[in-house]
């Protein structure tokens, strides 16, 4: 059984400061890595994907990618209130279905 | 560029009830993937969909079924409807299905809202 898993939170993290999210997968056979964004009542929004090891930058949004520890995380700089949000981390293996975590929600305080 | 368009947005069904939800890919699209998303379970892996042809089945039961047309649209049908098939229905679109593994990530739709009464 492929597992993504998150911490569920939540997260609170004063406005300004730096949020970092977490999430472990166990499939080692993963290659695409993605973080989506939902706001309550709202679909999944795609923020991030990475496929190497390192990091990936956009914006105030950086992907870490750990294959050997099998470890992805998002750093958002500068939080703000509209980034509280529940975020998903996913894994996807070739042909296979793209796995979601349950999320972690991330609350931004001003 | 037209996004994942889902309808209905909100259905009320009776236990027993069948029903049948639409999702039409964004333009070029050519894999449909359906989840199912609740509170205590999160998103939950249904169907997925590439070339009419159904490429990866999740664990439910067989009340619930999918199928794609040849212009990518796909509808998914959850027949004999029971109180926990409520949830929000998400359907998700991409553009790339490499045998590498790599893809650019799926583009969802704004939901179906399933509530079974």
């Known amino acids: 059984q492929k597992e993504v898993e998150q911490n569920s939170g939540p997260l609170s993290v004063p406005e300004g400061a730096i949020a970092s999210l977490n999430c472990t997968y166990s499939?080692?056979?993963?290659?695409?890595f993605f973080w989506y964004r939902q706001y309550s009542g709202k679909s999944p929004e795609l923020i991030m994907s990475?496929?190497?090891?390192g990091d990936k930058e956009d914006g105030r949004f950086t992907a870490q990618l750990n294959k050997a520890s099998q470890y992805v995380s998002l750093l958002i700089r500068d939080s703000q209130p509209s980034d509280s949000a529940t975020y998903l981390c996913?894994?996807?293996?070739?042909?296979?279905?793209?796995?979601f975590g349950k999320g972690t929600r991330l609350s931004v305080i001003a | 560029k037209a996004g994942v368009t889902q309808t209905p947005r909100y259905l009320i069904k009776t236990r027993g009830q069948q029903v049948t939800l639409s999702c039409s890919p964004i333009?070029?699209?050519?894999?449909v993937s359906w989840y199912q998303q609740t509170p205590g379970q999160g998103l939950q892996f249904l169907f997925e969909?590439?070339?009419?042809?159904?490429?990866n089945k999740g664990n439910f039961p067989g009340r619930f079924s999918g199928r794609q047309f040849s212009n990518s649209r796909s509808e998914m049908n959850v027949s004999t409807l029971e109180l926990g098939d409520s949830a929000l229905y998400l359907c998700?679109?991409?553009?790339?299905?490499?045998?590498?593994?790599?893809?650019?990530?799926?583009?969802f739709g704004s939901g179906t809202r399933l509530t079974v009464v």
């Open positions: 998700a679109s991409s553009p790339v299905w490499s045998e590498t593994g790599l893809n650019y990530g799926y583009t």
């Open positions: 499939d080692r056979g993963s290659q695409s």
């Open positions: 990475i496929y190497s090891n």
């Open positions: 996913a894994a996807l293996s070739g042909n296979t279905p793209l796995v």
């Open positions: 333009s070029g699209h050519r894999s």
């Open positions: 969909y590439f070339s009419e042809t159904q490429r």
